[in-house]
Nanobody
Framework: QVQLVESGGGLVQAGGSLRLSCAAS????????MAWFRQAPGKEREFVAT????????YYADSVKGRFTISRDNAKNTVYLQMNSLKPEDTAVYYC???????????????????WGQGTQVTVSS
């Protein structure tokens, strides 16, 4: 089992920045592929970014590419999402997700991830 706890959400003006954190426990973190998803009101949950077990490769949704950066610190069992140049359309609940994986493959569907956090609200005002 893996427990995931997100933090760092909040209210920010358009153009501002936030950094989300997701602390993991319960399993060897360095053998997990990690990802961020988000769900806006009235919309389906969508993929945002993913990072492989080593942190050596990342993959982003087109909507956030160039503005968001996913990273991880395996010594701290934590994955981060640095969000810059935020837009009102980035408003959503952001979820951290994990899957046991020791490969260099990317996974960007919800069904690929076994473990989920409770989410943290990000609100971007115009």
């Amino acid at each position: 089992q893996v427990q995931l706890v997100e933090s760092g959400g909040g209210l920010v003006q358009a153009g501002g920045s936030l950094r989300l954190s997701c602390a993991a426990s319960g399993r060897t973190f360095s053998r997990l592929a990690m990802a961020w998803f988000r769900q806006a009101p009235g919309k389906e949950r969508e993929f945002v970014a993913t990072i492989i077990w080593s942190g050596g490769s990342t993959y982003y949704a087109d909507s956030v590419k160039g503005r968001f950066t996913i990273s991880r610190d395996n010594a701290k069992n934590t994955v981060y999402l640095q969000m810059n140049s935020l837009k009102p359309e980035d408003t959503a609940v952001y979820y951290c997700a994990a899957r046991p994986d020791y490969s260099d493959n990317f996974y960007y569907t919800q069904t690929a991830y076994r473990y989920w956090g409770q989410g943290t609200q990000v609100t971007v005002s115009s």
